[in-house]
């Protein structure tokens, strides 16, 4: 299972700690991945991070402002995101890819098989 929180309201320019805490599986062979959903859009692949090797991936317009970090002692993944806009209003997922499974990528919803519930993202202008 994967727990989201660290979602909340917050004015343009301002930051936000995402939480990821997976249970009954190890960060360790996995992959975890932050998604973003908001409203009447599809949803969107934000970051990523490969937990054997701490590879990233983020996505273009997060670039710069958002870092995705792993603490496998604590079996939790962070994404911390910075100077904020309102266009980065959202519900954002986290989700687990475990090793053996299809890689389409780390910004492909596909890749990953199990998703945590949505924490809500409102940057006001």
């Known amino acids: 299972q994967l727990q989201a929180s660290g979602g909340g309201l917050v004015q343009a320019g301002g930051s936000l700690r995402l939480s990821c805490e997976a249970s009954?599986?190890?960060?360790?062979?996995?992959?975890i991945g932050w998604f973003r959903q908001a409203p009447g859009k599809e949803r969107e692949g934000v970051s990523a991070?490969?937990?054997?090797?701490?590879?990233?991936y983020y996505t273009d317009s997060v670039k710069g402002r958002f870092t995705i970090t792993r603490d496998n002692a604590k079996n939790t993944v962070y994404l911390q995101m910075n100077s904020l806009k309102p266009e980065d209003t959202a519900v954002y997922y986290c989700?687990?890819?475990?090793?053996?499974?299809?890689?389409?990528?780390?910004?492909?919803?596909?890749?990953?098989?199990?998703w945590g519930q949505g924490t809500q993202v409102t940057v006001s202008s």
């Open positions: 991070i490969t937990t054997k090797d701490g590879s990233t």
């Open positions: 989700a687990a890819h475990v090793f053996g499974g299809l890689w389409y990528g780390p910004g492909d919803a596909r890749t990953f098989q199990s």
């Open positions: 009954g599986f190890t960060l360790d062979d996995s992959a």
